[in-house]
């Protein structure tokens, strides 16, 4: 995904959203994939997990998520 192509699809999204996405493992991937899903925080963060998880949980919040070009679609 090219710089126009990230900037058109941020501008569909909620201006005061969290942008979040994968974390741990090592190097980089392209960004396939923007949406919006509902994560929560965790309370006893570990260091190899991200801050986030996905929840269906209606009190969580919605965040803009770009899914690596490597990563499921699923999220």
């Given at each position: 995904?090219?710089?126009?192509?990230?900037?058109?699809?941020l501008?569909?999204?909620?201006?005061?959203?969290?942008?979040?996405?994968?974390?741990?493992?090592?190097?980089?991937?392209?960004?396939?994939?923007v949406?919006?899903?509902?994560?929560?925080?965790?309370?006893?963060?570990?260091w190899?997990?991200?801050?986030?998880?996905?929840?269906?949980?209606?009190?969580a919040?919605?965040?803009?998520f770009?899914?690596?070009?490597?990563?499921?679609?699923?999220?």
């Amino acid at each position: 995904m090219t710089v126009s192509e990230l900037i058109q699809k941020l501008q569909t999204m909620p201006p005061d959203a969290l942008v979040v996405t994968d974390g741990y493992e090592d190097g980089y991937d392209s960004i396939k994939k923007v949406s919006v899903i509902k994560v929560e925080e965790i309370a006893e963060k570990k260091w190899y997990i991200g801050k986030y998880v996905s929840t269906e949980n209606p009190n969580a919040f919605d965040v803009v998520f770009l899914n690596a070009d490597t990563k499921a679609d699923d999220k």
